[in-house]
């Protein structure tokens, strides 16, 4: 269960770490750049053909059955044996496969170093050599499918051909890819954490020629368009072969733990020389301190003061709420005395003299608040300063 569930984490990391990547592009760009490159080296091998014969162009045919549909295979044969332009063909597809082979392996550098995590760009020295590298590989696995592609009516007769012919082709892709995965990644590698990959894209690769090859056969039976399909199934071919082997890429990478989150993480951050001054940050924040005392109301003040207003309003409340009560007592005591006592004359002159002292009365307990209310105005200039500091 453990193997299990660990053979599910690396998969889920290979494919998170893939679409991070968007592998799907860089394959499209590789297939591309190869693409661009066959066209010349199918130039160059036309001409070569052309002075080898037959021979060479059967096995040449019979190398590319898991690619090219019937039709395809029957034009690359007249091709081949056709001596037409072979010298113009030979100087202009040595020439432009120069410059697309170069464009290719700069492709597979760049693809390689992104999955890798790696950002430096090596030098046109290294990249040449490591184009170098991939050249010689590539043209082994050129030789070697040919030399397949001629003994293979021979393993017919030995006894389980076929398996022997699977195995015998994933060793050679094998043999192929391992450079490239070594070499094109530009990180200092071992050759224990490239074969996982290198393995991986040789397997990959058989099972799809295997799938390609009955395809094609399949498509023989509805060939429509000719040519047009044979280069529409290589080109898809192409695509397909390059996301197997940017997983196999992946796969070393989440291996050996060189993906580029791990790459972010080994980073070391840059720590300051020395430590800020302690004694300084404290000066500092004494006179923040300070100043936000200065600005901030004390509670103690503040209780004091609310306390005192309290006490103001009620007496002045008690003052302006009970004064005309009593004056009213007061006039209508006098003047139902005045009635009951006095009578004629008497009696206006005692209504006339308790107007007039009620009137007075009441002056003298407004004057008297006024001056309450005027012994307060210095306490609330105080107060108005303190709130505006």
Not at 137 to 157: C, E, K, R
Request: no cysteine.
């Amino acid at each position: 269960m453990s193997r299990l569930a660990a053979a599910t984490g690396l998969v889920r990391a290979v494919a998170a770490d893939a679409k991070d990547n968007r592998i799907t592009f860089l394959a499209a760009a590789v297939a591309y750049y190869a693409f661009v490159s066959f066209i010349p080296l199918l130039l160059l091998v036309v001409a070569v053909g052309s002075y080898v014969g037959a021979g060479f162009a059967d096995a040449v045919a019979n190398a590319t059955a898991g690619v090219l549909a019937e039709s395809g295979q029957r034009l690359l044969e007249n091709a081949l044996q056709n001596p037409d332009g072979r010298q113009g063909a030979t100087v202009v597809s040595v020439a432009l496969l120069l410059w697309s082979g170069l464009k290719l392996f700069r492709g597979l550098d760049t693809a390689f170093s992104t999955v890798y995590g790696v950002t430096e760009v090596e030098g046109i020295l290294d990249q040449l050599r490591d184009a170098l590298v991939v050249l010689v590989s590539i043209a082994v696995a050129a030789g070697a499918a040919v030399a397949v592609g001629i003994l293979v009516p021979v393993l017919d007769v030995v006894p389980y051909a076929g398996v022997v012919g699977v195995v015998v082709l994933v060793v050679m892709l094998f043999v192929v890819f391992l450079p490239m995965f070594y070499v094109f990644p530009d990180a200092e590698l071992e050759l224990a954490e490239v074969w996982p990959g290198t393995l991986f894209a040789a397997v990959g690769w058989t099972v799809l020629t295997h799938a390609f090859r009955l395809y094609a056969g399949y498509a023989d039976e509805y060939e429509i368009y000719g040519l047009l399909g044979a280069v529409i199934l290589f080109v898809t071919w192409l695509y397909v072969s390059g996301i197997v082997i940017m997983l196999g890429a992946e796969l070393n990478a989440v291996l050996a733990g060189r993906t580029e989150d791990e790459a972010d993480a080994d980073v070391e951050v840059e720590r300051p020389e020395s430590a800020p001054d302690v004694t300084e940050m404290a000066k500092e924040l004494r006179e923040v301190r300070e100043r936000l005392d200065r600005k901030t109301v004390s509670r103690d003040d503040l209780e004091a003061d609310l306390h005192e207003y309290v006490e103001q309003r009620v007496r002045r409340n008690h003052a302006r709420g009970w004064g005309p009560y009593l004056v009213l007592l007061y006039g209508t005591a006098m003047t139902l005395g005045a009635f009951y006592l006095l009578s004629g004359g008497w009696a206006i002159l005692a209504m006339v003299v308790i107007w007039l002292s009620t009137l007075g009365l009441y002056t003298l307990m407004v004057l008297v608040g006024a001056g309450f209310s005027a012994a307060d105005v210095p306490g609330k200039a105080m107060s108005w300063f303190r709130s505006k500091r």
